[in-house]
Each structure stands twice: as structure tokens, then as C-alpha cells.
Nanobody
Framework: QVQLVESGGGLVQAGDSLRLSCAASGRTFSDYAMGWFRQAPGKEREFVAA????????SCAESVKGRFTISRDNAKNTVYLQMNSLKPEDTAVYFCAAGLTYSMASQTYRYWGQGTQVTVSS
């Protein structure tokens, strides 16, 4: 089992920045690819960003490319999502997830956190 706990969400204004963190425990963190997903009210959960086990590969959704950056610190068992130039349409609950495959597909991630709310006001 892998336990994931997100933090860092909040209420910000458009143009502001936030950094989300996801602390992992339970298994060897570096064995897992990590992903960030988000779900806005009334919408499907969508991919935001992913990072490979070593951190050598990353990918981001087109909607956040150039604004969001995913990173990880395997010594701290933590993955981060740096979010800059936030927009109202970024408002959602953000989830981190762990899986054995580096992927943008939510179904490949086995373990999920409870989520952290990000609200961006205009």
C-alpha cells in the first residue's frame, strides 16, 4: 500500500501561484511514477501532469503547459506541482496518484490521495 497526502491548496486570485505537495508513505517512493489529476465540479477527472520514477521524464496537459511544473524529491518521498499564472478555469480538486507505469491515463494509477481544493477567483 502507498498512502498519499496532498497539501498546499487554497483560494487565490487569477495570476497568482501555488505549490501543491504530495507526501507518500508505505512503499519505496522511487518505484512509482507519480501523477497529478484534477476534477472540477460537474466534470470528469482530467490529467494534469506526470513524472517518471527517477524524475527524468515529465509530461503536462496542454491546458497547463508553460504554467505548471511537476517535480519530485525521492529523498523526501514527495512530489510537487508548481502552478503559476493561475486561471479561474484551474479551479478544481487536485489529486496526486502513484502507479507502476509512467502514464497520462488515470486507470494506470493504483493509489490516490484524498485531494486538495484549489480555487482561483477572477
Amino acid at each position: 500500500q502507498v498512502q498519499l497526502v496532498e497539501s498546499g491548496g487554497g483560494l487565490v486570485q487569477a495570476g497568482d501561484s501555488l505549490r501543491l505537495s504530495c507526501a507518500a508513505s508505505g512503499r519505496t517512493f522511487s518505484d512509482y511514477a507519480m501523477g497529478w489529476f484534477r476534477q472540477a465540479p460537474g466534470k470528469e477527472r482530467e490529467f494534469v501532469a506526470a513524472i517518471s520514477m527517477s524524475g527524468g521524464r515529465t509530461s503536462c496537459a496542454e491546458s497547463v503547459k508553460g504554467r505548471f511544473t511537476i517535480s519530485r524529491d525521492n529523498a523526501k518521498n514527495t512530489v510537487y506541482l508548481q502552478m503559476n499564472s493561475l486561471k479561474p478555469e484551474d479551479t478544481a480538486v487536485y489529486f496526486c496518484a502513484a502507479g507502476l507505469t509512467y502514464s497520462m491515463a488515470s486507470q494506470t494509477y493504483r493509489y490516490w490521495g484524498q485531494g486538495t481544493q484549489v480555487t482561483v477567483s477572477s
